[in-house]
Structures are given as structure tokens and as C-alpha cells.
């Protein structure tokens, strides 16, 4: 059962250096999203996808860009890697169903370690 | 503003005792709320959630209690085993107001089960 499947698991760029983190689920999910993690700072929303064809802004989403792809994939790019963009960057994907009160959860990737020097 | 506050970046306790992990939040539109556990170099993964309609949820060794006019929850872990340590997310979400099951999550607990 692959879930969420994120890569690459390690990144070193420099400044100005531009990657894309790719992001596949496999569980038939409308909803994904990209989180980031920081020391202290908790897990925070970069950008989600409620559906194929639309995304959104979350909570921190400057200095990216993503793309849903399709159904099963949605990325993050990083245009100009920036030193403050070094973290933990986690994908999730949801099921939603307004009447399922178990849906909702997100299902995590293991995480892409990216350090910008 | 934080709207979803774990104020104890820590707790140890030792195996077999109660883990009592605390959260609370400011918006009072939050109508489900979930706790998720994280292992070093892992994925958080999703752990017992609540809805604001009722007040406690039970799933083996793990309750959650839901205070809505205190704006509180706490995930009650008994017995503790040592496989229990990790940090600890709560998270909650505005579900009637189709917020598309946006999770705004805490900073974490680090929970150290001591054996």
C-alpha cells in the first residue's frame, strides 16, 4: 500500500536554485495538500487542491507555486530557493465526504528534507 | 494569531501511567478536531478525532475529551507504553463552513514515555 509517495526524500539546493517536489497518492483522493514543518513551528499549509483543476493559498504560500496535475499528483515548486524555505515539506492527501465523519483525516508522504544554502 | 495552541512543548511520563496531552483553540467556528502522532523522519499519522457534537471519544488506549466553552481538548493515553513517544499534533478544521477539510495544526507535544 504506497499511500503517499513523496520525492525526492533529500534536497540541497543554493540560493536562487529552483526544484519541484513531487507528490502521488494512490487512495483515489479529491483533496491534497503541501504542508511544511519547522522547528517549533508546528506543521504549517502551504497550498491545497480541493479537486482536480483547483488550488488555493494556505497559511504560508509565498515563494511557491504548485500544480495539480491530475487526479493522483499535485507538486510544489520552489521558482528561487531561498535559506527561509529550508524545511521539512510534507504532502497529504484527503477523501471527502461531508456525511463520512471519518473522512477528512489526511493521509501523509514521509516528508522531503530540503536545505537551501 | 495561533488558533490552535499546545502549550507544553514536552511531557514525560513513565510507562503504564496516564499521558495527558492538552490543546486549545481560539476560533470558534472549529467543529472537528484530531490528534496525529509523528515519529522522527516519518509522516504524521492520524491517531482519534472528535466532532463538536459530542464531547469524548474512545479508541482503545486513547480518549479524547472535548470542553467547546472552555475551547479545549485533551488526548488521555492509558496505560503509556514507550512505543507511545513522539510528538503529538492537534489539529482542527471548520467542516460546515466547507473549508475543504483544511487541518490548522499546533505546534506539538513531545511526549517521552519513559520505561
Known amino acids: 500500500n504506497a499511500g503517499v509517495t513523496q520525492t525526492p526524500k533529500f534536497q540541497v539546493l543554493k540560493t536562487g536554485q529552483s526544484m519541484t517536489l513531487q507528490c502521488a497518492q494512490d487512495m483515489n483522493h479529491n483533496s491534497m495538500y503541501w504542508y511544511r514543518q519547522d522547528p517549533g513551528m508546528g506543521l504549517r499549509l502551504i497550498y491545497y487542491?480541493?479537486?482536480?483543476?483547483?488550488?488555493d493559498k494556505g497559511e504560508v504560500p509565498n515563494g511557491y507555486n504548485v500544480s495539480r496535475l491530475n487526479k493522483r499528483e499535485f507538486s510544489l515548486r520552489l521558482e528561487s530557493a531561498a535559506p527561509s524555505q529550508t524545511s521539512v515539506y510534507f504532502c497529504?492527501?484527503?477523501?471527502?465526504?461531508?456525511?463520512?465523519?471519518?473522512?477528512?483525516?489526511?493521509?501523509f508522504g514521509e516528508g522531503s528534507r530540503l536545505t537551501v544554502l | 494569531d495561533q488558533q490552535v495552541k499546545q502549550n507544553s512543548p514536552s511531557l514525560s511520563v513513565q510507562e503504564g501511567r496516564i499521558s495527558i496531552l492538552n490543546c486549545d483553540y481560539t476560533?470558534?467556528?472549529?467543529?472537528?478536531f484530531l490528534w496525529y502522532k509523528k515519529y522522527p523522519a516519518e509522516g504524521p499519522t492520524f491517531l482519534i478525532s472528535?466532532?463538536?457534537?459530542?464531547d469524548k471519544n474512545e479508541d482503545g488506549r486513547f480518549t479524547v475529551f472535548l470542553n467547546k466553552s472552555a475551547k479545549h481538548l485533551s488526548l488521555h493515553i492509558v496505560p503509556s507504553q514507550p512505543g507511545d513517544s513522539a510528538v503529538y499534533f492537534c489539529a482542527a478544521s471548520w467542516r460546515r463552513g466547507g473549508s475543504n477539510y483544511k487541518l490548522t495544526f499546533g505546534k506539538g507535544t513531545l511526549l517521552t514515555v519513559n520505561p
Open positions: 472528535i466532532s463538536s457534537i459530542k
Open positions: 487542491s480541493a479537486s482536480e483543476g483547483t488550488t
Open positions: 476560533n470558534s467556528m472549529f467543529d472537528y
Open positions: 497529504a492527501s484527503s477523501g471527502d465526504s461531508p456525511n463520512n465523519p471519518n473522512t477528512g483525516e489526511l493521509f
